[in-house]
T-cell receptor, first 114, second 113 residues
Framework: AQSVTQPDIHITVSEGASLELRCNYSYGATPYLFWYVQSPGQGLQLLLKYFSGDTLVQGIKGFEAEFKRSQSSFNLRKPSVHWSDAAEYFCAVASSGNTGKLIFGQGTTLQVKP | KAGVTQTPRYLIKTRGQQVTLSCSPISGHRSVSWYQQTPGQGLQFLFEYFSETQRNKGNFPGRFSGRQFSNSRSEMNVSTLELGDSALYLC????????????FGDGTRLSIL
């Protein structure tokens, strides 16, 4: 069965510092992978996705993620965090060819210190 | 292009009642998926509809049901509400062709008293 693990429930970084949020997945074949962000009281916004090809994908708001098949990981990174990045971040996996069913990790809450 | 629209945004019900939530997908999207978000269980997949047919189903009891109309709008129904059904219910739409990501609405916050 597919599963997603986000090992860090809560992360605090200083504004301007770099950020890496971890995501590990369990899936038999090559999965489709996503990162979403959720601000309080709102829905999920897609940051980036990986389907195939280049393992380093660029997203919105200066985020990027790297797919590492050997480590079953899809970590999210940002070189310099802004206070507005404070939110909850979710990693998700879908079967290749069917993005209608997403399996989510438990989420990582990012706090940004001034 | 308008995003995914969910109505109502907030709903308060009592145990035993039933409720219907509505979702209008992005224009041109044929797939609509529903998720339940709670602090304890996180985001859990309920079901997906594509071309008026349920294509995927999660592990929820039969009290949770849905349907999709010919214009791709979808409704989700929960019967015999329980306290544990209090949650944020999120709807997402995608092209349905298997290569498009899901785009989410802002959700319906359901509270059961």
């Amino acid at each position: 069965a597919q599963s997603v693990t986000q090992p860090d429930i809560h992360i605090t970084v200083s504004e301007g510092a770099s950020l890496e949020l971890r995501c590990n997945y369990s899936y038999g074949a090559t999965p489709y992978l996503f990162w979403y962000v959720q601000s309080p009281g709102q829905g999920l916004q897609l940051l980036l996705k990986y389907f195939s090809g280049d393992t380093l994908v660029q997203g919105i708001k200066g985020f990027e993620a790297e797919f590492k098949r050997s480590q079953s990981s899809f970590n999210l990174r940002k070189p310099s965090v802004h206070w507005s990045d404070a939110a909850e971040y979710f990693c998700a996996v879908a079967s290749s060819g069917n993005t209608g069913k997403l399996i989510f990790g438990q989420g990582t809450t990012l706090q940004v210190k001034p | 292009k308008a995003g995914v629209t969910q109505t109502p945004r907030y709903l308060i019900k009592t145990r035993g009642q039933q409720v219907t939530l509505s979702c209008s997908p992005i224009s041109g999207h044929r797939s609509v998926s529903w998720y339940q978000q709670t602090p304890g269980q996180g985001l859990q997949f309920l079901f997906e509809y594509f071309s008026e047919t349920q294509r995927n189903k999660g592990n929820f009891p039969g009290r949770f049901s849905g349907r999709q109309f010919s214009n791709s709008r979808s409704e989700m129904n929960v019967s015999t509400l329980e306290l544990g059904d209090s949650a944020l219910y999120l709807c997402a739409s995608s092209s349905g062709t298997g290569t498009g990501p899901q785009h989410f609405g802002d959700g319906t916050r359901l509270s059961i008293l």
